[in-house]
């Protein structure tokens, strides 16, 4: 049982985060303060109170202890000394001495001063003074997040073949590159579903166009993909490259649907394909055109799609790239101490994604001219919404895969997302772990971060070590920068290795997308951190590094180099399974408490709860070969029953305490 009450602080922008509406009550519940003139909430946490939530974010699951900013940032380095990522998710859980969830409706940047600048403290701040805040009361943590999942509607609903296992890289140049990949999966033995199509794949970086001489032929290209059970999926960026021959650009300059500057002309600023425009999403036309143009490769037979540069991400504008050519040709001749030489590689630095450029952004949100500034975080939540709205009328039969890089609390309700440029770094594996549970709080169930890392060099070591994390993301993807080594898992030595893992993923697949469905449905979570599951175990409450999945089984994955395992909590008696590959694997009861357990790389080790039950089946090359007749049971109970949840239907499964099924 939860309740939520809203309140309003001056005039909010209409954000449609919020799918249901609310009656609106005039004061906070005393234990909040607000101030200077409502732009300021602070409350004063307890000792151990603890504070989850903001999604897409550095550090832990427990929030607190550091200050966060929800603006939505193309910052490729994820280090825990940074305050924002790609998505912007202005949501938390307090819980303590208090139980509740706020939720602060504010498309521009909101300070999350978690016991930052006081460790006791909580301070909210708000830009300006223009925001819906919701709290949501309940008694258990679960009930907050079942109350703010239903006041942010229904989670997107992915297609069965996207919990296949899903290779990229920035780039695959031809449809030959493209073709070895798949060649390297296959024969090999290691199941795969989907081969990525990052910028290269198109005419000069031009959104919607193809690169005839690397892709000739693409429908057909396309179509042989497809008969060998792989699903091609193509990158579109935000902005429009400017280029008279090209009719996206000129229809969207004709028709008026990019970005203005203040003086009403096209707002122009350089990314990929050096200058571009950026269509007006919030420009309910505009956006309406935009997403038409996902036809092109639709009606290709293309079935998925990855949003990407979405923030916006701007590289630098002429006017910004002209004031720093003027400061750095005044640093000429001169004999630069170390203000002045740090002031000339911060000009350099700071042309990327600068204020003075979004503040030099206007959008014309139904005949209203509004800043850039005011909206920012809005923006890759439309231009994915754009595209979500149009797949119903272009592709009504169809359900196309769809996730995004930039976000707003909301955008879930049409795609998912991937956690963006992380790095091929052992702290990134555990940071994998830990966005898992923050995310699935703020409606964002279909998510996965870049596995083996986007960039720098993945060793085999933390490939396979990241791996027996990955088989457990929904959106199980390997992609790698531009420049990195090759990280696709057929490259490596122990190919076997990663074939076998990889078949641990697909025996797993009716269990995940099960557990994600169910999660959708009753607006839950996936990815449970221990706090949520043992109330008043203190060692569970303080745990960052396990995971529940669903309501049956615990995962606890090694994320250190050279490692010869690790220690695992259990907060009840579990069943440990060792799993080699799909079919091979070994059980060992365990009691609760501390354990070292030892875990080679070759092995993924889950832990099934007491008097729950683990659903596999015989791995297959993909998801369409998977055979639900082949469904047993991995039992730590007397048998019982299992609703499996596929996309076409709901059925009861009855297993034996031996695993077995019957009718
Ligand atoms: O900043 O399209 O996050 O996944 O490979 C580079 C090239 C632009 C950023 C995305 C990344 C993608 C890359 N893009």
Redesign the pocket.
Known sequence: MYNIKKYICGSPFETNAVAENIAVSDKLPCYINISENDRVITYAMGKEDKVYGLGEAVRGINKRGWIYETYCS?D?MHTETKRSLYGAHPFIIVDGEKLFGLFVDYPDKVTFDIGYSDIDTLTVTVKSADCCLYIIEGEALTDIVKGFRRLIGKSYVAPYWAFGFQQ?R??YYTSKDVQSVIDGYRTNGMPIDAVYL??DYMDGFRDFTVSDERFPNFKEFVRSAKSQHIHLVP?I?AGVKCDDSYSVYTEGRDNGYFCKDKDGNDFIAAV?PGKVCFPDFLNAEAARWFGMKYKTLTDMGIDGF?N??NEP?IFYSERQLDKAIGKIAAYRGKNLGVYDYFGLKDTVLGLSNSAGDYSSMYHNVNGEIVCHDRVHNLYGFNMTKAAADAFVEIAPDRNILLFS?ASYIGMHRYSGI?T??NQSWWSHIKLNLQMLPSLNMCGFLYTGA?LSG?GDNATEELALRWLALGIFNPLMRN?S??GTKDQEYFRYKNKDIFGNLLKVRYALIPFLYSEYRRAIEDDDLMFRPLAFVYRGDKLAEACEDQLIVGDSVMIAPVYEPNALGRYVYLPENMMMVRFKSDREYECESMAKGHHFVEIPTCEAVIFIREGKALPIVKAAANTDEIDLNTISFITNNDGGEYVLITEADKRTIKYRSTGEVYV
């Open positions: 193309d490729p990229s920035w780039s990052d910028i990158i960026d990929w990855w990407d540069m991400a890089r991937w963006g440029d870049d986007f992609h920068a531009l």
